[in-house]
């Protein structure tokens, strides 16, 4: 099992950068895939991205491409999400999850954090 939090989130100005990280217990982090998620009120969750165990392959959405980087630190059992030229249509809950498999869709995904808020002023 893993535990996951989520921390970096805040109110930015579009254009601007935050860089959010998901620091996670356990001696098996290097054995998950993990995720990143945004969800706004009344919308489903919505796919940011997702890098492998080892940090070789990583995948984002359309909307993001370009714009936003994961990362990952398997020493430090950390995962980052770095976000840069915001748009205000970025704001949302952001959330990071785990799972043994490479997936993109949130119901493939078992463990997860409880979110941080990242609002983008225009």
């Known amino acids: 099992q893993v535990q996951l939090v989520e921390s970096g989130g805040g109110l930015v100005q579009a254009g601007g950068s935050l860089r959010l990280s998901c620091a996670a217990s356990?001696?098996?982090?290097?054995?998950?895939?993990m995720g990143w998620f945004r969800q706004t009120p009344g919308k489903e969750r919505e796919f940011v991205g997702a890098?492998?165990?080892?940090?070789?392959?990583?995948d984002y959405a359309d909307s993001v491409k370009g714009r936003f980087t994961i990362s990952r630190d398997n020493a430090k059992n950390t995962v980052y999400l770095q976000m840069n030229s915001l748009k205000p249509e970025d704001t949302a809950v952001y959330y990071c999850?785990?799972?043994?498999?490479?997936?993109?869709?949130?119901?493939?995904?078992?463990?997860w954090g409880q979110g941080t808020q990242v609002t983008v002023s225009s």
């Open positions: 356990g001696r098996t982090f290097s054995s998950y895939v």
């Open positions: 890098i492998s165990r080892s940090g070789g392959r990583t």
């Open positions: 999850a785990a799972d043994p498999l490479y997936g993109s869709i949130p119901w493939e995904y078992d463990y």
